[in-house]
Structures are given as structure tokens and as C-alpha cells.
């Protein structure tokens, strides 16, 4: 992480993260929430999280806010989002740590100082990695998770090819709220993106940025079905969607 951090309103930024991320997500607080209620169904008070992918540390921030026992590490790759996180996080009382890592790369997990965590989760990320590699990391989150242990990913789960009536209605609900967030005048992905860069002093983190996702593109979606497959074979024994909203869904899996 670069010495010479760029002096901006980091927490304005924060808040202009969560709105963009709704522009796509209507449903993202209830979609956390819901996780969060698995947490308070299956775990003791006090447990040790995983935020897999985290960004600024949505989950985190919202996981250790509700269970004040708990203890989280946030993983990413991200150099600003992991910058703003950290500034406008911390580290929560000394109960959230910060881990720069690719999650594609197996070495990953050995960044982590941890040999077993209760729970893991992720929203709106695992989409990035191609199928092989998430069948691998699913393997890696299974050696990771302690027996008992819970994983959760909450993601836009297509429906395949064969629904199109299915998609169609998806896609139809999410032109209409794009068009209600582009009426309410709110920042999309790429606006927030390209506002940030022209904040000063960020150029060596953009670079940094660029640099490390050459290469990186976004592949063709893993089917649900993908996904519950790839965590049985993870070893993990129930495994299914506990919460659903069209293709908006969150996939349980118990270790
Ligand atoms: C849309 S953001 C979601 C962030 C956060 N989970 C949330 O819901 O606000 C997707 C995140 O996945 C991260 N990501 C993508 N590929 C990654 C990789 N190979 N290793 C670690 N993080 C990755 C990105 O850096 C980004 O922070």
C-alpha cells in the first residue's frame, strides 16, 4: 500500500460506494440482512468471518456493527477499495484486519494467518472468476471453513439458457430500476469510477489498480447449479439458495 494517502473525504466516498452499488442492487440491505440472520441462526456470539472479495468492507462493516463479539478479515485485490476501507473502517475496534490478496491466485490463503474461520461470505463478486478457479477456490473455502462452518454468496445468479422467460423478467425489473436511478440522478459504476480518478493524488493508485487487474476479464456467468455443484464437491454436506429475489439469490453452504 502506497506511504502518501490522498486526502479526501473518504467516508463521502463510502457513501457514494453504497449508492452506486444499489443503482444495480435495489435489494442489497435486505440481501446483507438476510445473511446476517443466518449468522444469528447457526453461530455462537462469538465467531471469526471471513469477507471474501470485500471492497471497502461492506459485509464487514455491517457484520461486526450487528454481532459486537465477532472478528472479520477482509480480502481483496483492489488497492483503492481496500484504501477506503481502511479509512473509513479501520479496524473496527481492533476486530477487523485487511488482507491484499488475489483470491484466484491458490497462495492466497496462506495471507490469511488464520487456519479455520466459522463463516465466510461475499456479495457481488464471484462472478469475476472463471469457472475452473472458482471450483478451486470452493475447495480452498472448504479446508478453511471449521466443520459446522458457514459459507454464503450473495450474487445475481442468471437463469439458464432454456428460461428465457425467466431472464426476460429480470431484465425487465432491472431496465425499470435503472431508469428510476437514472431519473433520481444517481451514479452508476463507471461514474463513481472515473469521479474518483479525478479526485488529486490518485494517479499511482490507479496505476497500481490497472496494473493489477491487466488480464482480468469478466467470464461468461456460472449457473447456479455451477455453483451448488462446485461446493458438494467441495465437501461441503447442505448446500442450496436460503434467500431469493428473481436472479438476485444467496447460496448456503454448511461445512
Ligand atoms: C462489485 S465489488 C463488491 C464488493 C463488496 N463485496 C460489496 O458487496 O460491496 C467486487 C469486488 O471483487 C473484488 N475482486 C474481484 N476479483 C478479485 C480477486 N481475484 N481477488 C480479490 N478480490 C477480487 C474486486 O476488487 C471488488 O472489490
Known amino acids: 500500500m502506497q506511504k502518501d494517502i490522498p486526502e479526501l473525504n473518504w467516508q463521502n466516498w463510502m457513501q457514494r460506494w453504497d449508492h452506486q452499488q444499489n443503482y444495480y442492487l435495489p435489494e442489497r440491505e435486505g440481501r446483507f440482512a438476510a445473511m446476517l440472520d443466518v449468522l444469528e441462526a447457526l453461530l455462537p456470539e462469538s465467531f471469526v468471518a471471513l469477507d471474501l ?24 485485490i483492489d488497492p483503492i477499495l481496500l484504501l477506503l476501507g481502511q479509512q473509513t473502517l479501520g479496524t473496527m ?23 479455520h474461520v466459522d463463516a465466510i461470505l461475499s456479495t457481488t463478486a464471484l462472478h469475476w472468476l472463471p469457472a475452473s478457479t472458482l471450483m ?30 425467466f ?3 429480470c431484465e425487465h425489473e432491472q431496465e425499470h430500476w435503472s431508469e428510476e436511478a ?3 440522478g444517481n451514479e452508476n459504476w463507471e461514474m463513481w469510477w472515473e469521479a474518483l480518478r479525478r479526485e488529486p493524488g490518485m494517479e ?14 469478466k467470464p461468461p456467468e456460472a449457473l ?17 439458495v436460503i ?11 454448511v461445512r
Open 224 to 240: 447456479v447449479d455451477v455453483h451448488l455443484a462446485a461446493l458438494r464437491d467441495a465437501g461441503f454436506h447442505e448446500v442450496g
Open 53 to 76: 472479495a470485500c471492497g471497502p468492507g461492506s459485509i464487514s462493516q455491517r457484520l461486526l456493527s450487528r454481532f459486537q463479539q465477532a472478528s472479520c478479515i477482509a480480502v481483496d
Open 182 to 184: 437514472n431519473k433520481a
Open 93 to 115: 475496534q481492533g476486530r477487523l484486519r485487511w488482507v491484499d490478496a488475489d483470491i484466484s491466485q491458490p497462495s492466497w490463503i496462506t495471507q490469511l494467518g488464520e487456519e
Open 204 to 217: 499511482a493508485l490507479f496505476a497500481e489498480r490497472e496494473r493489477r487487474f491487466s488480464g482480468k476479464t
Open 167 to 169: 431472464t426476460r423478467v
Open 243 to 253: 434467500w431469493q429475489r428473481l436472479d438476485n439469490r444467496v447460496v448456503m453452504a
Open 136 to 165: 478451486d477456490l470452493y475447495r480452498q473455502l472448504g479446508t478453511l471453513l471449521r466443520p459446522g462452518g458457514i459459507f454464503l454468496n450473495g450474487d445475481h445468479f442468471g437463469f439458464a439458457p432454456h428460461m428465457p422467460s
